[in-house]
Nanobody, 123 residues
Framework: QVQVMESGGGLVQAGESLRLSCTAS???????MGWFRQAPGKEREGVSC????????YYADSVKGRFTISRDNAKNMMSLQMNSLKPEDTAMYYC?????????????????WGQGTQVTVSS
C-alpha cells in the first residue's frame, strides 16, 4: 500500500512562488507519479505527471511554463515548483500515482490519497 504526505503549501500573492513536496512509501512501486488539485466546488484535476525515469513529464495547459515537476526516487520524494502563481491556482494539492506519465489521471480504482496541502493565491 502506498502512503503519501504532501507539504509546502501556503498563502501567497499572485506572481509569487511555492514549492510543494511529497514523500511516499514504496515510491518506486508506481511508475508514474504526479500532482492533482481540487478547488472548492470543482472536480479534482490533474496538474502534472512524471515518469519513473524523472525525464518524461506532462503538464496541464493551465500550468505549462509555470510549474515544474521533479522526483528523486532514491529519497522517495517528488516536488512541484510553482512560479508565477495565479488566483486560479488556489486549491488543495495532492500527490498520487498517474495512470501513465502522459495521462493526468490516477490509475483505475486508485485510493491512496493523502491529506493534501493547501495553496491559496491572493490577487
Amino acid at each position: 500500500q502506498v502512503q503519501v504526505m504532501e507539504s509546502g503549501g501556503g498563502l501567497v500573492q499572485a506572481g509569487e512562488s511555492l514549492r510543494l513536496s511529497c514523500t511516499a512509501s514504496r515510491f518506486g512501486f508506481d511508475d508514474a507519479m504526479g500532482w492533482f488539485r481540487q478547488a472548492p466546488g470543482k472536480e479534482r484535476e490533474g496538474v502534472s505527471c512524471i515518469a519513473r525515469n524523472g525525464y518524461n513529464t506532462y503538464y496541464a495547459d493551465s500550468v505549462k511554463g509555470r510549474f515544474t515537476i521533479s522526483r528523486d526516487n532514491a529519497k522517495n520524494m517528488m516536488s512541484l515548483q510553482m512560479n508565477s502563481l495565479k488566483p486560479e491556482d488556489t486549491a488543495m494539492y495532492y500527490c498520487a500515482a498517474c495512470k501513465e506519465w502522459w495521462l493526468l489521471v490516477p490509475p483505475d480504482g486508485y485510493n491512496y490519497w493523502g491529506q493534501g496541502t493547501q495553496v491559496t493565491v491572493s490577487s
